[in-house]
């Protein structure tokens, strides 16, 4: 396979990673257009699309994760951005919903604070990861079994 051929067929995958992990995290990144408009336009097969999406928005998530990990030690600085109370009023939600409350992460509003707030409650990695990853996955097959 020469060089060209290579990069062909890897910059549909790159664009749909990169779309998908900043659409996981605070930036408005349309990441269910591109897969779209990647599968009309038959730039990669679908599953390599499905699969190059869900590791990029799985990433983002993480990072937010580890933003809300790494948060936890400005608490004490004035530019903090959450109030002591604010934190517990999150994590009381958050355990009343609990862990499986990640599989919806995908869901736009909602889903990039909760995987930073699963981050700042510390929720274990190994816990987030596959349930971040499941709904993630779920929601970008229908995506794209719909078109």
Do not use: C, H
């Amino acid at each position: 396979m020469t060089l060209d051929a290579l990069w062909t067929a890897l910059w549909p995958l790159l664009v749909m990673l990169a779309s998908a992990f900043g659409a996981a995290t605070l930036l408005f990144l349309p990441s269910e257009a591109v897969l779209v408009a990647q599968i009309k336009a038959g730039l990669a097969p679908t599953p390599a699309l499905l699969v190059a999406a869900t590791i990029g928005n799985v990433a983002g998530s993480a990072f937010n994760w580890w933003l809300g990990v790494n948060a936890r030690r400005f608490e004490d600085r004035r530019w903090f951005p959450f109030a002591p109370a604010t934190i517990a009023v999150a994590s009381d939600r958050f355990q009343r919903w609990g862990l499986w409350s990640l599989l919806l992460a995908w869901v736009p509003i909602i889903g990039d604070p909760l995987t930073f707030i699963a981050g700042v409650l510390r929720v274990q990695f190994r816990y987030f990861l596959p349930l971040v990853a499941i709904g993630k996955a779920a929601r970008y097959a229908i995506v794209a079994a719909s078109f």
